[in-house]
């Protein structure tokens, strides 16, 4: 079956333009993560959906991020005002529950440069 | 603040030889201890985990040894082979969900 995908692969943006980045979980999941990775700083949690709502925003580096989900499915990470520092590998991992001994299965991430 | 903290950053083995990695925590509440296996240009992969009530976890080449008292834990690969060379992280999890990572182990395993 399809796993998580996530699109762009790849974005390239100047500073002060807004992103969107999208994130299609595997069909069933309930649960969907968010996360940034970037080099020697491993994986950092940004934010969790239960189904359509966000119990757990507390990753969000700054108001500038926000998330949203959708009919319990699709997810976009938008990043407004986008800063250098921002340029990462954006993650997305879907699991059957939000129960945290659920495997997370993750898409292969969007690479976000900001020039 | 950094959860989980990780080493080394870097790791080579040859062949046949057993690659051993820790990841250490402060915080009790964490309740599972996963490991991830990251290849270039993917997501990264559960490759096995542990809760806090177990010392010891084997599946196949893979053994995750957690010392509760001291809390760490650590992920020993036996017979090491070419292919296992990626990244390795270690991840805690709160049971309110939230995983924290540590920084991340790229293994080479040398032919």
């Known amino acids: 079956g399809a796993g998580v995908s996530q699109s762009p692969s790849n974005k390239v943006t100047e500073k002060g333009k807004d992103v969107e980045l999208r994130c299609d979980p595997i069909?069933?999941?309930?649960?969907l993560y968010w996360y940034r990775q970037s080099l020697g700083q491993g994986l950092e949690f940004l934010i969790y959906?239960?189904?359509?709502?966000?119990?757990?925003k507390s990753g969000l580096p700054s108001d500038r991020f926000s998330a949203e989900r959708t009919g319990g499915s699709v997810s976009t990470l938008t990043i407004q005002r986008t800063q250098q520092e921002d340029s990462a590998v954006y993650l997305c991992?879907?699991?059957?529950?939000?129960?945290?001994?659920?495997?997370?299965?993750f898409g292969p991430g969007t690479r976000l440069t900001v020039l | 603040q950094q959860q989980v903290k990780q080493s080394p950053q870097s790791l080579i083995v040859q062949k046949g030889g057993i690659s051993i990695i820790n990841c250490a925590y402060e915080n009790t509440a964490f309740d599972y201890f996963p490991w991830y296996q990251q290849f270039p240009g993917k997501g990264p992969a559960l490759l096995i985990a542990?809760?806090?009530?177990?010392s010891e976890k084997k599946e196949g080449r893979f053994t995750i040894s957690f010392n509760k008292s001291a809390k760490q834990f650590s992920l020993h690969i036996m017979d090491s082979q070419p292919g296992d060379s990626a990244t390795y992280f270690c991840?805690?999890?709160?049971?309110?969900?939230?995983?924290?990572f540590g920084t991340g182990t790229s293994l080479t395993v040398i032919p």
């Open positions: 991840a805690a999890i709160y049971p309110g969900n939230q995983f924290y």
């Open positions: 542990i809760r806090p009530d177990v």
């Open positions: 069909s069933g999941h309930t649960a």
């Open positions: 959906f239960q189904g359509n709502s966000a119990p757990d």
């Open positions: 991992a879907s699991s059957l529950e939000g129960n945290s001994h659920n495997e997370q299965f």
